[in-house]
């Protein structure tokens, strides 16, 4: 499994954080019959995406980042020690460019001016303003955030002056 939280919004002075990551891989008897699967559907909402058993337990949380703040990881529970589990905080929002994070594959959002680098090299063009995030799985997975007033892609922050966070997601390669 893994859980994408979603970006943070760009305010006035910064652009937004990007959502946490959470990863579990473990065999599917661990994984419960039920399971209620609620990412955060609002773009920029600072929600957290998360998978809960019988909707009281949670299981799994991908938090998302909070405005210009990065989202913090999730702490290791019970059922993560079923598997190998890794959770990663998401980088911060910025009132200039934002460069390759070291810790998450997403990136924050920042301003319209300024270049918007995330790992591998991926990144907004610096001549252009206001542009959106991207965000892709295939032949890796990186998301950049926005620039401007614009969204992020999935979990990554919005553009400086009110740009809206991208949504979570959620990915379960088999049951």
């Known amino acids: 499994m893994l859980l994408i939280g979603g970006g943070g919004s760009g305010d006035?002075?910064?652009?937004?954080?990007?959502g946490g990551?959470?990863?579990w891989y473990g065999a599917s008897q661990h994984v419960p019959d039920f399971l209620l699967i609620a990412?955060?559907?609002?773009?920029?909402?600072?929600?957290?995406?998360?998978?809960?058993?019988r909707?009281?337990?949670?299981?799994?949380?991908?938090?998302?980042?909070?405005g210009s703040t990065?989202?913090?990881?999730?702490?290791?529970?019970?059922?993560?020690?079923?598997?190998?589990?890794?959770?990663?905080?998401?980088?911060d929002g910025?009132?200039?460019?934002?460069?390759?994070?070291?810790?998450?594959?997403?990136?924050?959002?920042?301003?319209?001016?300024?270049?918007?680098?995330?790992?591998?090299?991926y990144a907004l063009?610096?001549?252009a303003t206001?542009?959106?995030?991207?965000?892709?799985?295939?032949?890796?997975?990186?998301?950049v955030g926005s620039k401007g007033t614009a969204t992020g892609a999935i979990g990554c922050g919005g553009g400086l002056n009110s740009g809206d966070g991208g949504p979570g997601m959620v990915l379960i390669a088999s049951w």
């Open 39 to 53: 990412p955060a559907a609002i773009a920029g909402d600072g929600s957290s995406i998360s998978t809960r058993f």
């Open 94 to 121: 910025s009132a200039a460019g934002i460069s390759a994070s070291t810790t998450t594959f997403l990136s924050g959002g920042g301003a319209s001016a300024s270049a918007i680098t995330a790992n591998y090299g």
């Open 70 to 91: 990065g989202a913090a990881a999730f702490a290791a529970n019970q059922f993560t020690a079923s598997g190998f589990f890794r959770s990663t905080a998401g980088q």
């Open 55 to 66: 909707t009281t337990t949670t299981i799994l949380v991908a938090y998302g980042g909070t």
């Open 12 to 18: 006035a002075t910064t652009g937004g954080g990007s």
């Open 125 to 127: 063009s610096t001549s």
């Open 130 to 143: 206001n542009l959106n995030g991207v965000f892709q799985m295939q032949p890796i997975i990186v998301g």
């Open 21 to 23: 990551v959470t990863v």
